[in-house]
């Protein structure tokens, strides 16, 4: 339901105190208040085995280390950590200096009738304990807003912080401190039927960046002398039918690929006729009906002139200004210094390879040997890209081991996906003019969420001015309709876009919600924070890569870039 009341949409910033401080009646004190806590690292992998095949050990070892900070435990923020604290989660602290209400009660799963009055922070910190006891938990009762002002140094000791329900002039105090504390900030709010998810971070990379589609690297139009001398000791005109039916499709893609070169001036196919013809080729070969390996190969005939190469997103990486590597450069931009020398010379234009091939139709010895081929080339490369790290460190003056084998091998199996992000700060982002790019969004009449973003940057304007939000109050519905349209304006005024006029209906739906927090768009917010948050703690997948508006009225999603 709709929110009544002054400012439902972030929480009250006033002290409190702890359930045993409140029972006994006495004086609220500020400071850290510990809630009973088991500080163990979870053991064996049966508790997290099904995420285990998502993130791997390594993943799941960089959750149990971090450490979290949650500004606001409402809808939200609880929902967000009761996500993290069942992946396991290392720590999290709940900064909050709400006392629990009745509008909490129909939003917050984390809190019942026997936490009114009582401290939010500590009532769902207990909570979510009870959720996964391996997980370190602690509670501040002290409002988000006077922690910035008393002590900005309080949050140099996490690795996120998340602030939920934050209102922008906070934020903006929030994301300086973050980034000059090298701390990263990701931001979720639900205000009605919307929502917001922003990260803010100088720089994130990834090495497993774990793309959804990827080709097979496996240099069948470049063989190197192992793979081609594996692949000579088969006759495709062979007449056992055993053998024949189980040659790997990557043997008669390289014999045809060899034949088409002989006859093509040592060129591969390119054009669409010639494609056709090469698939032909390939076909010709077969001798019955039941030879899948056969079709494979005709499938997979794009492998021979679709090659993976180096992407845009890696050209750029390899030429970024941080690959001009110094002491103080990251491991990661170590090796891909090390990675852009390798390109160079030993790679002959190609990044390491991977050592994988897919399943193929094959006898399992054959399939075995052509495996091991592979993996020993993909060796040799690691080795090749190894020896450039260490000399590479030597040379700026660090410890030539301090970047270990295990990682530089990981970095080789994934260099072609290997991504950077840089987020603007709040600042830039609130200060831009991208209104033009917003007035080419809005002019599509089904698209409503760029407006969505405006009216949330709007709304904290206007509690600032009126000292509530807008629909609060009933008697001021019509009022607040005409003051957050005008505010609305000035905002998009003000990035650029002056003379686009923003949707009515939608600004009278933004009064509506009365600010509300309302739980089924605080899952949905809370979800995409989480997992954001485990994708930047991993360092694996890509994170949201601008500010996430989604649109729980019609279902939809948009991420803008600024």
């Known amino acids: 339901g709709k929110g009544k009341g002054k400012g439902k949409g972030c929480p009250p910033h006033r002290s409190s105190s702890s359930p045993e401080q409140a029972k006994a009646k006495a004086k609220a004190k500020v400071g850290v208040v510990e809630a009973p806590a088991h500080f163990a690292m979870a053991q064996g992998t049966s508790k997290y085995d ?130 000059r504390q090298n701390v990263m900030l990701l931001i979720g709010r639900s205000y009605g039927l919307t929502g917001l998810v922003r990260i803010s971070v100088k720089e994130h990379c990834i090495i497993e960046s774990k793309p959804d589609s990827i080709v097979d690297d496996l240099r069948l139009h470049k063989p190197w002398r192992e793979l081609k001398r594996f692949a000579d000791e088969f006759d495709v005109k062979i007449q056992d039918s055993l053998v024949h039916k189980h ?13 088409w070169k002989e006859t093509h001036g040592g060129s591969l196919p390119f054009t669409r006729n010639e494609r056709a013809e090469f698939k032909a080729l390939v076909a010709l070969s077969r001798q019955a009906d039941d030879e899948d390996n056969y079709k494979e190969a005709v499938s997979s005939c794009y492998k021979i002139w679709s090659l993976p190469g180096i992407s845009m997103e890696l050209q750029q990486i390899l030429d970024d200004n941080a690959a001009e ?27 390491p390879l991977d050592g994988t091939i897919p399943d193929m139709t094959s006898l399992t010895e054959y399939y075995l040997n052509l495996q091991k081929i592979y993996q020993a080339r993909a060796e040799e490369d690691v080795c090749a890209v190894e020896a450039r790290v260490r000399n590479i460190l030597k040379e700026i003056g660090r410890d030539p081991q301090s970047i270990s084998r295990l990682t530089i091998k990981q ?22 003019k991208s209104g033009p790019e917003l007035q080419k969004l809005l002019a599509v009449e089904e ?116």
Not at 325 to 351: I, Y
Not at 419 to 431: G, I, K, M, N, T
Request: charged share 20%; proline share 2%; net charge negative.
């Open 50 to 179: 099904r995420q285990l095949r998502i993130w791997g050990n390594q993943g799941q070892l960089a959750l149990e280390k971090a450490s979290i900070c949650l500004l606001n435990c409402g809808a939200t923020g609880a929902e967000t950590l009761k996500n993290l604290v069942l992946a396991g989660i290392g720590s999290i602290t709940i900064v909050d200096a709400a006392k629990v209400e009745l509008a909490d009660l129909g939003n917050n799963f984390l809190v019942d009738w026997d936490s009114l009055g009582l401290s939010r922070a500590s009532c769902v910190c207990a909570l979510l304990q009870e959720l996964n006891d391996s997980v370190g938990a602690k509670f501040v009762e002290e409002s988000p807003e006077k922690l910035l002002e008393l002590n900005p140094t309080f949050f140099s000791q996490f690795n996120i912080v998340i602030a939920t329900q934050m209102v922008e002039s906070a934020l903006l105090k929030l994301d300086g401190i973050c980034r």
């Open 447 to 562: 698209n409503s969420n760029p407006t969505i973003y405006i009216l949330l940057r709007a709304v904290d304007r206007f509690a600032a001015m009126y000292n509530h939000y807008p629909g609060d109050f009933d008697g001021e519905f019509e009022d607040d309709v005409s003051r957050l349209k005008a505010i609305a304006t000035s905002v998009l005024n003000e990035m650029g876009g002056g003379g686009t006029s923003l949707s009515e209906d939608l600004i009278s739906e933004m009064c509506r919600f009365g600010a509300a927090e309302i739980h089924c768009i605080a899952s949905v917010i809370g979800g995409i924070v989480s997992q954001e948050t485990i994708k930047l703690l991993t360092r694996q997948f890509t994170p949201l890569s601008g500010t996430f508006i989604y649109n729980g009225m019609d279902s939809t999603s948009l991420v803008l870039h600024f």
């Open 325 to 351: 590597v110094h002491s103080s450069s990251t491991d990661f931009w170590v090796m891909v210094s090390a990675l852009k020398a390798f390109v160079e010379e030993e790679g002959e234009g190609e990044p």
């Open 411 to 432: 970095f080789c199996k994934n260099a072609r996906n290997i991504r950077v992000f840089r987020y603007q700060a709040l600042a830039d982002e609130f200060s831009s």
């Open 247 to 259: 040659i790997p499709y990557a043997v008669l893609l390289i014999k045809a690929a060899e034949d």
